[in-house]
């Protein structure tokens, strides 16, 4: 195992216009066919923190191997950041940055779960993604069955006054109080925890290996399903339990376990602790692994679901170790360390098994490729397209570029051969090009200002094209 990971770097890539009506289309006679659907998505993965991504020292094994039975999107990207405004983009279809960013769901919102309810699939949401669950945001919506798991971040799961050692892992910094509370409510939270099976991903895995076991022996029809789990980890905090804690650690480092750093620029940290942090991280990825394989082997072991189940793993998004000088998810910047993911189909008749795509894809084409894959007829106000003409090799591309955002922020566009960045804060635009400089470092607005005007030009267009 090398002592050191080699230096922080990604792969390479690459007001609302409701609908008038909720239009979920009436059920309809269709064929009892086998056909189910396994989501998983696990947040703030970096794409290169995945050995079927090209990593070599953060060890994956369980997402390695569902790699090489799924066809791997090489190109993926969210579509308006950060955690809610993803899953908004999955549940609903649609491209969302335009017209607004983190929130609730909306009443006129037509989500993915619903459509299915009304189509007769059994539905389960479990999760421990603590913005999902928080009253009034109404992510549960369709779903049968709810299972929230208590716990991460400011989840005032535990309210006793609990002793933390808040020292040990905290170094302060500038505006750092929201920091410092949140970090004291979560060090709460799991005061009681005494090994890796008592985090958040392992009891995410478990009650969703729970329901999918009652639902086998109490379901003597065995209804088609759709089952979403959503694992906060590896999400910070970075405080991965032993032995994961120290499987990347340097040995000679003798500082902080710094878990919760202060999200912005990351000089306030030193060399040693920033290196430090971003192995934190890597340890709660491969602790994440193990849990995700236990949800993994249990899918496998069932009789028979393999065969009938679309199964599809993704992230919402990256995070930065000290890349364009930042830590953490450093609002408004849509770099590529923060915007380019990882994506999994695993199709149950092996279309597309053992592949890797270039084919450049977004959030919103989650939900269509479901109901194309259980031949659901899909609402007409979708904005993504569905991925399965990619895996049958119908279809070369669906899109020629790709649009990441933050509400009212930042509007980002790239393609191949060029990145465009716009700002809605006191900060110039910026353009790359990809093709050579593939991990945005160098700044070229300057020496191409007509390609930076055509860029902007084609994102607004877009962005006014949305309905």
Not at 13 to 38: H, K, Q, S, T, Y
Not at 170 to 197: E, F, I, S
Not at 266 to 283: C, I, K, M, S, T
Not at 454 to 465: I, P, Q, V
Request: net charge negative; glycine share 6%; proline share 10%.
């Amino acid at each position: 195992m090398e002592s050191r990971p080699p230096p922080a770097a990604p792969v390479p890539p690459g007001e609302f216009n409701l609908p008038p009506e909720r239009d979920i289309p009436p059920p309809v006679p269709r064929p009892r066919a086998r056909r189910n659907v396994i989501g998983i998505a696990c947040d703030s993965w970096r794409v290169d923190h995945l050995g079927c991504y090209g990593n070599s020292w953060v060890k994956t094994p369980n997402i390695d191997r569902l790699a090489a039975e799924s066809a791997v999107f090489d190109r993926c990207y969210p579509e308006c950041l950060p955690t809610l405004p993803v899953r908004t983009s999955w549940f609903t279809g649609r491209y969302i940055f335009p017209f607004r960013g983190w929130g609730r769901l909306e009443p006129s919102d037509v989500l993915l779960a619903e459509v299915l309810w009304n189509q007769g699939y059994h539905s389960a949401l479990i999760s421990d993604t603590y913005h999902m669950h928080r009253p009034t945001m109404a992510y549960e919506r369709g779903f049968d069955h709810v299972e929230f798991i208590r716990g991460q971040e400011m989840d005032p799961y535990v309210v006793d006054d609990v002793p933390v050692d808040l020292e040990r892992y905290h170094k302060p910094g500038p505006n750092d109080a929201d920091t410092v509370k949140m970090l004291r409510q979560y060090l709460k939270n799991r005061h009681w925890w005494k090994t890796d099976a008592d985090c958040g991903a392992a009891r995410v895995a478990r009650a969703a290996v729970d329901w999918l076991k009652t639902r086998h022996a109490r379901d003597s029809q065995r209804k088609n399903f759709f089952l979403w789990v959503d694992m906060f980890d590896p999400h910070e905090p970075w405080d991965p339990m032993p032995p994961f804690d120290r499987m990347y650690a340097d040995p000679a480092y003798k500082g902080k376990d710094i878990i919760f750093p202060i999200a912005g620029p990351a000089d306030y940290l030193a060399p040693a602790e920033l290196d430090h942090v971003r192995r934190l991280y890597a340890g709660k990825c491969t602790q994440t692994d193990k849990w995700v394989g236990h949800l993994l082997d249990a899918i496998r072991t069932e009789p028979g679901l393999l065969d009938e189940t679309l199964l599809v793993w993704t992230t919402d998004h990256g995070e930065c170790f000290g890349e364009h000088g930042f830590v953490k998810k450093a609002r408004p910047f849509p770099y590529v360390e923060e915007v380019h993911v990882p994506f999994l189909v695993r199709h149950p008749d092996g279309l597309g098994a053992g592949k890797r795509f270039d084919a450049f894809t977004q959030a919103p084409d989650l939900m269509p490729t479901i109901l194309d894959f259980l031949n659901v007829t899909p609402p007409p106000c979708l904005h993504g397209a569905s991925l399965l003409p990619i895996l049958s090799g119908e279809k070369a591309s669906l899109r020629d570029f790709c649009v990441v955002a933050r509400h009212g922020r930042a509007w980002r566009i790239h393609d191949r051969e060029w990145c465009f960045i716009h700002y809605f804060i006191d900060r110039p635009d910026e353009l790359y090009r990809v093709r050579e400089d593939r991990f945005e470092r160098n700044n070229v607005i300057a020496a191409h200002p007509d390609v930076a005007a055509r860029y902007e030009s084609t994102l607004r267009k877009f962005a006014e094209g949305l309905r």
